[in-house]
């Protein structure tokens, strides 16, 4: 901030004695406020539509977990909404409907959301996974999603890495996630090339 | 010269509506999305810029405007204009959503300096954080070639003259501009002066 003179800043010729204050008081203050913050490109827009997302629920949750899974869900749809992902995002043009959402937990308070699009004629369908509080890899290291059959990851979704705070990628995937237990995410340590240990689930 | 990218890059959002905060939340609360939209328009750098000094980090501060705004849509509804107007209401759900998101991820342990810190203690922060909200909220209504004299003559450290040679405008206009500014925010900030 620099501390700047009124009097050089403002000319006050004509103004009565109130007038003159009342701008001297604005001044101080705009000095006292500092510059606003500059917008990063990703908070320009706001959200563009309202839209409920179906939670799916995965028979592999015990009953107790599937409650809190659920409203961790829910809550991760409305912090979704705030992020423009739930709300019929357009991203290059590309509109994105979410139908479902999958919340998934971990160890050392990690939490991940998946967002589940519409299948397109094909049968292939989008989905936005985001992710905070898993830890970065070491350089070569990333996590993969895994959808889980008999308790096992066998279907890769996708690879990632993660920074500071929320990481949010998209994969695209053909398989019908009904068939499926759920997800997992398992860490995948430079140099190695079977699924790691699970840091996240369903 | 960092005002200069600031000065520059600041009038990115569409122009506000006029119908005060009050009337946007209780229009959102009834579903309006145009209200909400009004909302984010008017209140998104204000939320960031908060989310920026508290947290200190802009991808956590990101994450909490994101978190104000959906908090904002979800409780709308619950909003009492007479219990007060709506920028208090729509501070302390952004404070509550930043002091969420420092919980989240709580600093690491420090030593115990050994002499008493000069910097602001936690009511003065409140105050200035509280001034902040309300300058850079009003800030928003400006046109936006009063907005950009401000920026540039309040925090890019240029003189009058060289805002003048950097506007390509002479010097009587910066310090008109200057003056109509600090009078329209006068009149937005009306009562709280």
């Known amino acids: 901030m620099t501390d700047r003179d009124f009097d050089d800043l403002v000319d006050v010729e004509g103004l009565d004695a109130d ?21 990063p490109p990703t908070l320009e827009r706001p959200p563009t539509e309202k839209r409920e997302a179906d939670i799916l629920q ?25 992020a423009g992902f739930l709300v019929g995002e357009q991203r290059g043009g590309t509109r994105f409907d979410v139908v479902r959402v999958i919340p998934m937990r971990g160890s050392g308070g990690a939490l991940a959301s998946i967002q589940m699009g519409k299948r397109d004629e094909a049968g292939n369908w989008q989905m936005h996974f985001s992710v905070s509080g898993l830890p970065k890899q070491k350089e070569g290291g990333y996590y993969n999603l895994y959808l889980v059959k008999r308790g096992k990851p066998v279907v890769l979704c996708g690879s990632f890495r993660v920074r500071d705070h929320t990481t949010t990628v998209t994969f695209t995937v053909p398989y019908k996630a009904k068939r499926f237990e759920g997800w997992v995410v398992t860490e995948q340590p430079p140099g190695h090339h079977t699924p790691g240990r699970v840091v996240l689930s369903t | 010269m960092r005002g200069m990218a600031f000065a520059v890059s600041m009038p990115t959002i569409a122009p506000v509506t006029h119908e005060s ?17 009004a909302l984010y328009r008017r209140y998104a750098r204000p939320v960031f810029g908060l989310a920026l ?5 802009r991808g956590r501060a990101e994450d909490a405007v994101q ?56 009511p003065d922060r409140a105050e200035q954080s509280w001034v902040a909200w309300r300058i850079h909220r009003a800030l928003e209504e400006l046109p936006e070639r009063e907005r950009e004299v401000i920026a540039l003559a309040y925090w890019s450290g240029l003189s ?19 003056r109509a500014a600090l009078q329209r925010l006068s009149q937005i900030l009306e009562g709280e002066l």
Do not use: M
Not at chain 2, 21 to 36: K, T, V
Not at chain 2, 53 to 57: I, M, P, Q
Not at chain 2, 80 to 92: D, F, I
């Open chain 1, 19 to 39: 007038e003159a204050a009342r701008l001297r008081r604005v001044h101080e203050l705009l000095l006292e406020a500092g510059p606003p913050a500059d917008l």
């Open chain 1, 58 to 82: 995965f028979p592999l949750l015990p009953r107790r977990r599937l409650a809190a899974a659920v409203v961790l869900a829910a809550a991760l749809a409305a912090a979704a909404f705030g």
């Open chain 2, 21 to 37: 905060d009050a009337e946007l939340i209780q229009r959102a609360g009834a579903g309006d999305r145009s209200a909400f939209d």
């Open chain 2, 53 to 57: 000094r508290r947290l200190g980090d």
């Open chain 2, 67 to 122: 978190e104000t705004f959906a908090s904002i849509w979800r409780s709308a509804r619950t909003y009492k204009p007479e219990r007060g107007p709506g920028a208090p209401w729509l501070y302390a759900v952004a404070r509550n959503a930043i002091v969420d998101r420092g919980r989240a991820r709580p600093e690491p342990a420090t030593d115990a300096p050994d002499e008493a810190s000069s910097d602001p203690g936690p």
């Open chain 2, 160 to 178: 009058q003259s060289e805002v003048a040679e950097f506007l390509g405008i002479p010097l009587g206009t910066v310090k008109t501009r200057t």
